[in-house]
């Protein structure tokens, strides 16, 4: 048997303050062997970018330290390396990609010179060397113009792009090995998809061993050789990744696998919730009709004046009391300035939004006044939405106040809250920074419900996070959904949820409704190739089907 590129032994990393050490990584061994793609899983706070930052020599504070084990790579130990013989480890050795690429690459420094610059360093290759190396790989990494994309800046690419740019940069002195952390999470699912795609093509190109950090089993299942479950610091079960997937041995691994939202495989046939409340003749809650919403983009004296972005464009859409309909699509498809023109925070071009009888456009005061009192929305990020100078209940109590409860009533109101999103009524004195992001966004839905909505409107509300707690959240809507009768429009890029949560589905593509119907129909006999693509894309946490990066063409009209 051949010795692992890189072998992790007993790794301890202990956080030392004023009291006592505290472990957060617990005697870890874990092994990477040449060319392969080991998946490193678990949820927020598990270890798996720490234990990554150790092997790195790159610990985010100077109270972490390593006490104890060992890193070897290639038969060196790590932790024993000096500073200077890490800092040629880095980048020459072992490359690294982070989530968030915008935060990690210089927006005042050309996406070429970015990656020339580590190819300088490291091979000691002249300017024009090294640009023409930077040509080569910003080509290798899917760049169609890479000689004239050398000179642009990262605020001039796509989100997909500048994570090609990212890993580029991290591939540009032909490490041995690559670790991905979190690569694809802000990403959609058909950028996601490509970004997968290439990470694999790269590895049989250039015999690239990867570590691929990720809260994704459908991920793990369609890229990694095996698989390192982590939880509380610890490696809990590692191991092939079909005898994992087809076996879990420990609780917290099935937990996991559990919570993944995979696609079903047939279809429903079930009848949908919405073609039972149209028996009844019920009127529409909401129609939407031939809705158009444009804004003018500043131009300049050399480009002969303002622009017009056509963000939605002839919209129609009727929501019966009681369904929950999925938005989903691409960035840049429009999904949030729909939902916003609907609730009257972003001004209608043309057409009109009707909120139970009351038109927005023709009666723009009354429909204002009637969304504040019965509709609210539910943010992507949980704790930016949140004020963090208040405490969960005098965010609530905020609420209540503004919608007119007698201040006698609000301690009790806030309790009632507090039990309708499963928090214990002592949150009501914390504070955001002292909550999980899954108990943040909980408070957001407490807060929502505050105003006793009829609509709700949740804008990528789980895409953050872990996919435990995204199947909290969505079990917690599907429940307040039965309980209350709400109306839930849920915008997501994250299908499988969709599939799952939603009665109907719209799919949208540059601001245009291109497809819509009952979840199972879309889902399972698409009549668009765009809406086929994007179901394709959805990593399936079976690792014997292939994934796919599809090539969006626009679709004809619907």
């Not at 990212?166 to 490509?194: F, H």
């Not at 909505?453 to 953050?464: H, K, Q, T």
């Not at 799952?500 to 009952?518: A, D, F, I, S, W």
């Amino acid at each position: 048997m051949t010795a692992p590129l890189l072998s992790i032994r007993d790794l301890v990393v202990n956080f030392h303050d004023d009291v006592s050490p505290r472990t957060l990584i617990d005697h870890v061994s874990v092994d990477l062997a040449e060319g392969e793609i080991l998946g490193l899983v678990g949820e927020s706070g598990s270890g798996k970018s720490l234990l990554c930052r150790a092997v790195m020599g790159l610990l985010p504070s100077t109270k972490l330290s390593i006490d104890e084990g060992s890193v070897e790579l290639s038969g060196r130990d790590l932790v024993k390396a000096s500073s200077a013989e890490m800092l040629a480890v880095r980048g020459r050795e072992i490359g690294m990609i982070f989530q968030n690429p915008s935060s990690h690459l210089d927006p005042v420094m050309k996406i070429g010179q970015q990656i020339a610059e580590g190819i300088r360093f490291h091979q000691g290759a002249t300017a024009s060397e090294a640009r023409e190396a930077a040509i080569a790989m910003l080509a290798q990494v899917g760049f169609p113009d890479p000689k004239r994309q050398f000179n642009n800046y990262p605020h001039e690419f796509s989100g997909g792009m500048r994570q090609r740019a990212m890993i580029a940069a991290a591939l540009s002195c032909r490490p041995k090995i690559l670790i991905a952390d979190e690569p694809t999470t802000a990403l959609d699912v058909t950028i996601q998809a490509q970004i997968l795609e290439l990470i694999l093509d790269l590895r049989e190109r250039l015999g690239l061993s990867v570590i691929m950090i990720t809260h994704d089993l459908g991920i793990v299942a369609q890229t990694c050789d095996r698989i390192a479950v982590m939880r509380h610091g610890r490696l809990v079960e590692q191991g092939e990744k079909r005898q994992i997937l087809a076996a879990p041995k420990h609780d917290y691994t099935q937990m996991l696998i559990g919570s993944h939202p995979s696609l079903p495989a047939e279809e429903m046939t079930t009848p949908a919730a919405e073609e039972m409340t149209n028996c009844h003749k019920t009127k529409p809650l909401l129609e939407i009709d031939d809705l158009h919403v444009r804004f003018d983009v500043g131009g300049s004296f050399f480009n002969g004046g303002s622009k017009v972005v056509h963000a939605v464009k002839g919209v129609s859409l009727q929501v019966m009391p009681g369904n929950t309909i999925g938005i989903v699509g691409e960035s840049g498809s429009g999904k949030s300035t729909l939902a916003r023109a609907i609730l009257g925070l972003t001004p209608l071009s043309s057409g009109h939004v009707t909120f139970d009888g009351v038109d927005l456009a023709q009666q723009p005061r009354q429909a204002v006044a009637k969304l504040r009192r019965e509709t609210a929305m539910v943010f992507q990020d949980p704790l930016n939405a949140l004020n963090p100078r208040m405490t969960v209940g005098e965010t609530l109590g905020e609420v209540l106040r503004f919608h007119g409860t007698p201040s006698a009533d609000i301690p009790g109101r806030i309790n009632e809250l507090l039990d309708l999103v499963h928090l214990g009524r002592e949150f009501a004195d914390r504070r955001p920074r002292s909550m999980s992001g899954g108990q943040c966004q909980r408070v957001g839905i407490a807060r929502a419900l505050a105003v006793n909505p009829r609509l709700i409107i949740a804008d990528e509300c789980v895409a953050a996070l872990d996919v435990t707690i995204q199947k909290q959240i969505v079990d917690l809507f599907a429940e307040l959904k039965e309980r209350m009768n709400l109306t839930l429009l849920f915008i997501a890029h994250d299908l499988a949820i969709v599939r799952n949560l939603c009665e109907r589905v719209v799919v949208m593509y540059h601001g245009e409704v291109v497809e819509e119907g009952r979840s199972a129909d879309v889902f399972a006999r698409p009549q668009k190739a765009y809406t086929a693509a994007l179901i394709h894309a959805v990593p399936d946490i079976d690792p014997d089907k292939k994934l796919l990066a599809p090539k969006i063409a626009a679709p004809t009209a619907a």
